[in-house]
């Protein structure tokens, strides 16, 4: 049957913070469903939103969760585990940067701070599956990055090496959410080792093909790569189980292309944008989803260098509510069809016994 995409929702790491209504969870839910969310993506790196250990250890904390949130008039869309799966795969030149997304006890040990982050995804695929989930979003983390553009040459093998070393860390990560039946839609994103589709590939094949190994698909990641975002999805959309609705712009110059010679967001070719004010073409891209049968969330995160994020989020629910596509389940052109007769059908061609 064909399936319609649900949503407007909202991604909640953004706006959350110290003061009202962005401060506890059942503020921001009914400043979401006020502005005409039907669903909140929850990032479990924010404490004031959802204590993570809580969700997988109790499952009558999960229905106080989700009571919160359907009193206010929303749903959980999916778990996000950014940070975590982040420190999954760090290189050692980002040490020290990524400390900050960790607790205190573990800063300046990087084992210590892994083997954190690998317990915090298993416990989100549990939380995941007490709060009646199916998908979960991260990132991969990595640590071929900085050798991305290859000068000096790379030795022989590194990538090969970073990749698997990657999977080796993923995959137990991965069968715990087999286990629990919740996949991990990876936000593919330059900064992670899965940054496009090749390298979506590379980690795949390394993991067997592991079927919980899936993508949260943000085009606003490949306006910035220039890659083609629309293709993308005809060629992965099997794996597609996650939708961030993000803008952004490409705009080169004679002094400026994809790397941005160092400049801040506001100063760059490439910029994240709200919805609308940028170059995404989201009209195709909700077509081709449609095309596809994709029927999960469609989940703004907002991101711009310009507007505030209060009038992006503003704008934006009405915006995805307007771009969902209801999918019809008969053709234009039923009425004029007639029903199956194979000996008309035969005569139609010529053929004759």
Known sequence: MPATMKGPAIFLAQFASDDAPFDNLSNITKWAAGLGYKGVQIPTFVPSLIDLEQ??????YCDEIKGICAENGVEIT??????????VAVHPAYDLQFDAFAPEKVHGNPKARQAWAVEQMKLAAVASRNLGLDVSVSFTGSLAFPYLYPWPQRPEGMVDEA????????????????EHGVDVGYEIHPGEDVMDGITFEMFLDKLDGHKRCTINYDP???VLQ?????????????????FHVKDAEFNPTGRQGVYSGYQNWTERA?????????????????????????????????????????????????????HIIRVTDKAFDDFAGAGEDRDTIRKMMGIVE
């Open 55 to 60: 969700a997988a250890a109790s499952k009558d």
């Open 78 to 87: 999916e778990l996000a585990t950014h940070l975590q799966g982040q420190l």
């Open 163 to 178: 990749f698997s070393e990657l999977a080796r860390r993923w995959k137990p990560i991965l069968d715990v959410y087999d």
């Open 220 to 222: 606003s990641h490949f």
């Open 226 to 242: 220039q890659l083609d975002y629309l293709e993308f999805i005809d060629i992965y959309h099997e794996r597609i189980t996650a």
């Open 270 to 322: 490439g910029r994240f944008r709200s919805l609308g004010d940028g170059q995404v073409d989201f009209a195709a891209i909700f077509s081709k989803l449609a095309q596809y049968n994709y029927d999960s969330w469609a989940v703004l995160e907002w991101e711009c260098c310009l507007k505030h994020p209060e009038d992006g989020a503003a704008e934006g629910a009405p915006f995805i509510d307007q």
